[in-house]
């Protein structure tokens, strides 16, 4: 195979990663939705991180060799669709993050409760219901389906 | 290079192929993880079967069609004489046999509602990997 191939793969198992690790969190979250033990949200919560992982490691692979693919295939790093999927890949980061940390929060509440007689909470509830937190992670989601539409897409290439 | 130049046309069906196909990888892996997860002896067994059974239903059916109405859609346009290049084999090999192997799964999270067996997370693990194969032949197109 070719450069061009070899970072291909690489760069396609990054998004697989990424885009795979987004749909296991969010899987694993839409079931948290509807639990009410503190110890079912620690481990419902527990195992997304094994998404975090997927999703840091992808977001890696997928913007190192990205941006090597787009020296290898003489596009530009200025053309109009490779600045628009960077943007939108660092904000679907930075939203990720943010509620990451809202959720390592919540995870903390659970883990409390849990070892406190694990008996239903409205805080808890609140917290994992919180709208501000779900919007960042999915919003984070979606913008990440959007890089993949910038990336097959192309626009103005 | 010539991977590069794509019609405009055969865009939308290998965003639906690639975006089912990442959707099926993670939610597969929810049900391999949900199957692992039980065998370490914890006491949310009931609540794992259940993430196991919602995301089957829920994520890995939806996305494997998905998937594989983009990968026939798309295989239509490349290749509309049929003459499909052996990577191509790779994927169609991968998708239909994980079909079956998928049906397999389904039946037994199925027959077994309050526990997961241990063939879930073994079937599913080694599709999580048949899939991994498929999108470095895929991508890679040796």
């Known amino acids: 195979m070719s450069t061009y191939q070899w970072l291909l793969v690489f760069h396609v198992t990054g998004a697989f990663l990424l885009l795979g690790g987004g749909a296991f969190a969010a899987s694993l979250n839409l079931i948290a939705l509807g639990r009410d033990r503190p110890s079912d949200i620690v481990l419902l919560f527990g195992l997304i991180r094994i998404a975090v992982v997927a999703i840091s490691l992808g977001t890696l692979l997928a913007f190192v060799f990205g941006l090597w693919l787009v020296h290898e295939a003489n596009y530009r790093y200025g053309d109009g669709w490779v600045i628009a999927a960077i943007v939108t890949l660092i904000a679907a980061n930075a939203l990720g993050g943010a509620g990451g940390r809202r959720d390592e929060k919540t995870a903390q509440l659970a883990r409390k409760l849990a070892a406190d007689g694990d008996e239903p909470s409205a805080e808890l509830r609140a917290r994992v219901h919180d709208p501000i937190s779900l919007g960042l992670s999915y919003g984070s989601g979606l913008l990440l389906v959007l890089v993949l539409a910038l990336m097959i897409w192309k626009p103005g290439a | ?142």
């Open chain 2, 1 to 142: 290079m010539l991977a590069l130049i794509r019609p405009d046309a055969w865009n939308l069906p290998l965003f639906l192929h690639v975006l089912g196909a990442t959707v099926l990888f993670g939610t597969v892996g929810v049900v391999a993880v949900a199957g692992f997860a039980i065998r370490r002896g914890t006491d949310h067994q009931l609540l794992l079967a259940r993430v196991a059974q919602r995301t089957y239903m829920l994520g890995v059916i939806p996305a494997y069609i998905v998937m594989r109405v983009g990968a026939q859609w798309i295989d239509g346009k490349e290749f509309p004489n049929g003459n499909e290049p052996g990577w191509v084999g790779v994927g169609f090999l991968v998708s239909d046999a994980g079909a079956l192997l998928l049906v397999v799964v389904g039946i037994l999270l199925a027959v077994r509602r309050e526990r997961i067996l241990l063939a879930v997370p073994l079937l599913t693990g080694l599709y999580v990997l048949a899939l991994g194969v498929a999108w470095v032949s895929m991508s890679g197109k040796p």
